[in-house]
């Protein structure tokens, strides 16, 4: 019972460690077949040290769905790498979802977001509040399909 957890942990911190390097790689491929240089490989690991340094500034209007959403986005993030086995073997939390349950959780993620971007009360947030929303509406029925 207890290499389940271990598993499931090594699982999540791994995840949680090699999506920025996935997503780097992704970039760079991207770039060279667009014939550009591109950004190093290790760049979102930059970037998120760059983002962890910041100082963190909130709009006197915005309400608390704004401040809350991305640590909700986050948690919703990580609660799916518990759900979804990446090994063969069946995670901790794996039973109580399916497919379709992980698609819910990242159309709930996308509505947080978009509510978050609302919830600013900017114009510029709204408007890509709606190029998100319409890119939701495209592409999460095809990944329940």
């Given at each position: 019972?207890?290499?389940?957890?271990?598993?499931?942990?090594?699982?999540?911190?791994?995840?949680?460690?090699?999506?920025?390097?996935?997503?780097?790689?992704?970039?760079?491929?991207?770039?060279?077949?667009?014939?550009?240089?591109?950004?190093?490989?290790?760049?979102?690991?930059?970037?998120?040290?760059?983002?962890?340094?910041?100082?963190?500034?909130?709009?006197?209007?915005?309400?608390?769905?704004?401040?809350?959403?991305?640590?909700?986005?986050?948690?919703?993030?990580?609660?799916?790498?518990?759900?979804?086995?990446?090994?063969?073997?069946?995670?901790?939390?794996?039973?109580?979802?399916?497919f379709l349950g992980g698609a819910m959780l990242f159309t709930l993620a996308s509505v947080l977001t978009i509510?978050?971007?609302?919830?600013?009360?900017?114009?510029?947030?709204?408007?890509?509040?709606?190029?998100?929303?319409?890119?939701?509406?495209?592409?999460?029925?095809?990944?329940?399909?």
């Amino acid at each position: 019972m207890s290499g389940i957890f271990i598993e499931t942990a090594i699982q999540v911190v791994g995840i949680l460690l090699i999506s920025p390097l996935i997503a780097g790689i992704y970039q760079n491929i991207k770039a060279k077949t667009e014939f550009r240089k591109g950004f190093p490989v290790l760049q979102p690991y930059y970037d998120l040290l760059k983002y962890v340094r910041k100082e963190s500034i909130i709009s006197e209007g915005s309400g608390s769905i704004h401040m809350y959403g991305p640590m909700l986005v986050l948690g919703l993030m990580i609660l799916l790498a518990f759900l979804i086995p990446v090994q063969p073997n069946i995670t901790i939390f794996g039973p109580l979802a399916d497919f379709l349950g992980g698609a819910m959780l990242f159309t709930l993620a996308s509505v947080l977001t978009i509510l978050a971007a609302l919830d600013s009360r900017s114009n510029f947030s709204a408007m890509s509040a709606g190029r998100s929303a319409l890119f939701s509406a495209l592409a999460e029925p095809t990944l329940i399909v």
